[in-house]
């Protein structure tokens, strides 16, 4: 089987794939495959692992057959694939799950103290040699502990999330889900609208795709007290960046923590300029350990199929 990595991933995973899949190509590029470069790899290769940003839209699908019968995803996102397609087109598509959960919900949890606490604002102020020392109201924050925080999305990494805010904070947590759960010590209310006008802190932990496209819009923001805060570790595409943008600039939201963007990796730089914001390169799963059990966990995909099993993680 002629495999393709599309992306570099950690030593032990390339050693992983390359014990069982000899022929075995590791692009040499960081940045996401094209649709035309997707295309090509879906006529070149038996398997492919790709990961996030790669163009395997429909339209990577269409125009005659496949070589490629697997697609083993790198990461439990998977909007850049489109399954349907994918599935018309006779290859399988699988993620990589719980793998990514505990470091999702950690960098969550790093947004909103960061936001709330006026961290990042802080530590400019000390880069820029413009801190003059200690005085007692000198960047005053927001208390997180014992206030409300709602989860929109509760799957696992959602609850992981409430998990650390209740046990670690005293938070209440209420959560808004498209179907019907029971998280013990949790609320689940009935609209998004009532998450986002309940809620002190708002944290997005909804997968991305078509069905989520801008979730996060005008509207819901509206919702929103002027002194709540909202988080970001979905996907980018939840979130109606120009609408948070008009909420921010208007103080209809007191500030905002965002991993991902709409058009990553191009950030605005009116998100750029503003204090009350606080911006990371997409760091939810960035540790070693937890990037290379996603990448055995796609190896383990891959061998699953090569043996005629279907995959664990199958989508």
């Not at 496209?213 to 120009?242: K, P, T």
């Not at 943008?245 to 300029?273: C, F, M, R």
Request: hydrophobic content about 45%; charged content about 20%.
């Amino acid at each position: 089987m002629k495999l393709l990595v599309t992306r570099k991933l950690p030593d032990a995973v390339i050693s992983a794939a390359k014990a069982r899949f000899p022929d075995l190509t590791v692009r040499d590029n960081t940045t996401p495959l094209t649709l035309i470069e997707a295309q090509e790899t879906l006529r070149e290769f038996d398997a492919v692992l790709p990961t996030l940003g790669d163009d395997y839209s429909a339209l990577a699908f269409e125009g005659g057959t496949h070589r490629c019968k697997i697609l083993a995803n790198f990461g439990v996102g998977f909007n850049h694939i489109d399954v349907n397609a994918a599935q018309s087109a006779g290859v399988i598509v699988s993620n990589t799950p719980g793998a990514v959960t505990d470091a999702t919900a950690d960098i969550a949890l790093t947004l909103m103290l960061m936001t709330c606490r006026r961290a990042g604002e802080g530590e400019r102020l000390v880069r820029a040699d413009a801190w003059q020392g200690w005085h007692p109201t000198q960047l005053l924050g927001f208390h997180m502990s014992g206030k409300t925080v709602g989860i929109v999305g509760m799957g696992r990494i959602g609850q992981a999330i409430a998990h650390r805010c209740r046990l670690g904070f005293g938070m209440n947590v209420v959560f808004y889900n498209r179907s019907q759960k029971k998280v013990d010590g949790c609320t689940q209310l009935a609209t998004l609208k009532d998450v986002m006008a309940t809620a002190d802190i708002v944290v997005l932990a909804i997968p991305g795709g078509p069905d989520t496209a801008h979730m996060i819009d005008a509207d819901a923001l509206s919702a929103m007290r002027s002194e709540a805060y909202l988080v970001n570790i979905a996907r980018g595409d939840v979130m109606d960046e120009a609408a948070l943008i008009s909420a921010l600039k208007t103080k209809q939201i007191a500030g905002a923590g965002l991993d991902v963007y709409e058009n990553e990796p191009t950030v605005p730089s009116d998100l750029k300029t503003m204090e009350n914001v606080t911006l990371l390169p997409h760091l939810g799963t960035a540790a070693l350990e937890v990037r290379t059990d996603m990448g055995l966990m796609a190896v383990d995909n891959l061998i699953a199929f090569l043996d005629g099993n279907t995959p664990p993680n199958q989508v």
